[in-house]
């Protein structure tokens, strides 16, 4: 599986952005899909995950209610639709493909984009 994201650049506070991650090589409807993201010098951090089957989501807290991750398996494209935007949020944001039906972890995920840069000015 190939994933290529895309949709990061430089935003406003309050702002929004919407991510997209392109997978091709593999039926991308199998897999559970996430977002990650990764500020300078901090860990990678989980962001949302949507299910293959059922398309159940699930978020860091402090993205609840700000964040929307969704699907399309006919286009093989996962979103990551970002509203009212922080500083805090500023991260490289990495899209990751799971053979697991539910995955949280970094470690569970199988395949990973390149990553895109997101910026947030205050």
């Known amino acids: 599986v190939q994933l290529q994201a895309s949709g990061g650049g430089l935003v406003q506070a309050g702002g929004s952005l919407r991510l997209s991650c392109a997978a091709s090589?593999?039926?991308?409807?199998?897999?559970?899909m996430g977002w990650f993201r990764q500020a300078p010098g901090k860990e990678r951090e989980f962001v949302a995950a949507i299910t293959w089957r059922d398309s159940i989501t699930g978020y860091r807290d402090d993205v609840k209610g700000r964040f929307t991750i969704s699907r399309d398996n006919a286009k093989n494209t996962v979103y990551l639709q970002m509203n009212s935007l922080k500083p805090e949020d500023t991260a490289v944001y990495y899209c990751?493909?799971?053979?697991?039906?539910?995955?949280?972890?970094?470690?569970?995920?199988?395949?990973w984009g390149q990553g895109t840069l997101v910026t947030v000015s205050s």
């Open positions: 990751a493909a799971s053979r697991l039906r539910v995955a949280l972890t970094g470690p569970e995920y199988d395949y």
């Open positions: 090589g593999r039926t991308f409807s199998n897999f559970c």
